[in-house]
């Protein structure tokens, strides 16, 4: 058989179905019973049974397929609570259904076709102690795994961000330091008129005698270096005194912004 290219390089002859009428059958089984087989396994790979099936027959009853009753006995099974007795309830319509295997190696193969469909569940006897197994698994899946670990010694290495945690401590003191609004003084001004600040300048001096650089700027909204050259023109600056840090107006400003009040 020639392969199909669109088919990526794959055809029908890939799959195995020397198999494929042969009759298997189909079981939905409890969690509890599918990690039990599964460990089994793991631990033991030998062929040991994982169970048996027991089929019962009412010989008056034998051509009458619903007569038929399928029980499941366990061999081993991983917990005292693990029921070892099971009902298999027959499925009569179901989807026609296939079973396929792969190997490793991307073999396919079918296994056989299913013949019954079966639903098991824990036998009537056992049912109180399938309850108590799953009542147990609802708790367990409750319990929170985090738990709560007070640190006697709250300094040195214990208390050391781990990395990868530096994002998720908060900021501190230099850090609020860091997002503090922009300052006045670093917001960007525009100039006066020269002559325009002079005037104004006169007037602040008439209120009070002594200004700090800061007051000034505030005052006036105007450039700290700007308002520097203004005030090393028409002021004296204190540096010692009770008005030390302050500016005043030179004593010909003061005679001249004193009359300037007096008219």
Known sequence: MEEDPSNGGNSSSNLETSKADKAV?????????????KSYHTSSPDSTPLAKVVLSLDPLQSDDPSALKFTMEMSRTETGNVPKSYSLNMFKDFVPMGVFSETPQGRVAMEGKVEHKFDMKPHE???EEYSKLCRERTNKSMIKNRQIQVINNDCGVNMRPMPGMLGLISSGSKDKKKIQPVKQSDVKRTRRDRGELEDIMFKLFERQPNWALKQLVQETDQPAQFLKEILNELCVYNKRGTNQGTYELKPEYKKTAEDTGAD
């Open 125 to 127: 006897e056992n049912i």
């Open 25 to 37: 059958w189909l079981m939905k089984c409890p969690v509890v019973v599918a990690k039990s087989w």
